[in-house]
């Protein structure tokens, strides 16, 4: 939710329209209901920013009756059906939907150690204002790394005195939005991605990586244009900014009042310490398999740390198949790089209903 920060995906990409063009749930409602879709037609904005999309999704929300926030779950248990206990008592149901989410990628050693100068992006926006004349070090090279490294740079009266930006890829790369690379987000693919051996669907994931984790042309380019003002056009002292591609950080310790990062760059394998006053982890998010599931986790076949899905993103267990568990955006490694993505949420959510219904609600071919 940083200041200008936009999605990287389509619009008509939302929760509904893939599958339903007409919902009035749809990103279009949203902006017909809110009297602003010639405005925003006029705009013309290459990608909806994160805000505006925040804004629809809390829209959504706040027209559905049965969703109940601020409740923790703490376990699902199985016994002729699932009991799901919770935070306000516990519920019974036939089926259940996992849709939790990414957790912050992040070493355990640096896990152990946060504070408000070493953390992951997710807390960045809490820590922001603290790091005008330090040395900070931005770890990430990707989109979420170039948008804080563009947040820390945006005010010049508030500059660190060093700004080191470090990535392992060998330069900061774009996403590739290639037409043929976005049919990688198709439905029909992740259906043949599925059915691929488990050897190269795991070859696959990682050579598609810039179809879903690169920084994308405009915030390269505003970026790039930042870095030019602040080193040619300042009238002040411009911080010293470091682009440091290539490079691997293998350790984080504490040193003095700040951190040491050691450093290796993979070009010339040369070590190397740098010392910063604060280091901010842009290293990405990961899933992992909820410890609510722990009671009935050994009735579940997991692989490369992620349940096993079947085509309809059913568990496979050996429950009976009258209760099911399905999996929302939790099988990278099964389904490829489109599943955490919001690319496929309709479709997903639309397999899912079919699946527990028994019958066509809505064709998902």
């Known amino acids: ?3 200008d920060a936009a999605m990287q995906t389509s619009y008509l990409k939302d929760l509904v329209t893939p599958v339903d063009c007409t919902s009035p749930y749809s990103f279009l409602s949203f902006l017909q209901s809110h009297r602003r879709l010639y405005k925003f037609i006029i705009a013309n904005f290459p990608m909806v920013t994160r805000v505006e999309f925040d804004q629809y999704l ?3 929300s706040s027209r559905l009756s049965d969703l109940n926030y601020a ?3 703490h376990a699902v248990e199985y016994d002729r059906q699932f009991t799901v206990h919770h935070s306000r008592g516990s519920v019974r149901s036939n089926h259940i939907v996992l849709g939790m989410g990414l957790e912050p990628r992040m070493p355990e050693s640096v896990r152990q150690n946060c504070s408000t100068t070493l953390f992951h992006s997710s807390q960045y926006l809490k820590c922001r204002s603290r790091f005008a004349d330090k040395r900070v070090a931005v770890i990430g090279g990707g989109q979420t790394g170039a948008e804080v490294v563009a947040d820390i740079l945006r005010d010049e009266s508030a500059a660190p005195a060093q700004l080191v930006w470090l990535s392992r ?5 774009p996403l590739d939005d290639s037409p043929f690379t976005n049919e990688l987000f198709l439905p029909s693919y992740s259906q043949f991605f599925h059915s691929l051996s488990a050897r190269l669907r795991e070859a696959l994931v990682d050579e598609q990586k810039l179809a879903s984790d690169g920084i994308s042309h405009d915030t390269l380019e505003r970026l790039y244009r930042r870095i030019y003002q602040l080193t040619y056009l300042s009238a002040n002292r411009p911080p010293r900014i470091d682009l ?6 293998e350790e984080i310790t504490a040193h003095h009042c700040g951190w040491r990062l050691q450093v290796r760059e993979r070009l010339t394998d040369r ?4 010392d910063v006053d604060a280091a901010i982890l842009c290293t990405g998010y990961e899933y992992r398999i909820p410890a609510l599931l722990d009671p009935i986790l050994d009735l579940c076949e997991t692989a490369a740390g992620e349940l096993r ?3 309809d ?3 496979r267990w050996r429950g009976p198949r009258q209760n099911r568990i399905y999996v929302q955006n939790g099988s990278r490694i099964g389904r490829g790089v489109a599943d955490p993505n919001l690319s496929l949420v309709a479709w997903r959510s639309a397999k899912i209903l079919n699946s527990i219904a028994q019958r066509t609600v809505y064709d998902v071919e």
């Open 244 to 249: 440091k591609p290539a490079h691997i950080v």
């Open 58 to 60: 809390k829209w959504v």
């Open 271 to 274: 070590t190397d310490d740098i």
């Open 71 to 73: 409740t923790r779950v």
């Open 169 to 173: 890829r060998m330069n900061y790369l």
């Open 313 to 315: 993103f059913s568990v």
């Open 309 to 311: 899905l079947n085509e």
């Open 1 to 3: 939710m940083l200041p």
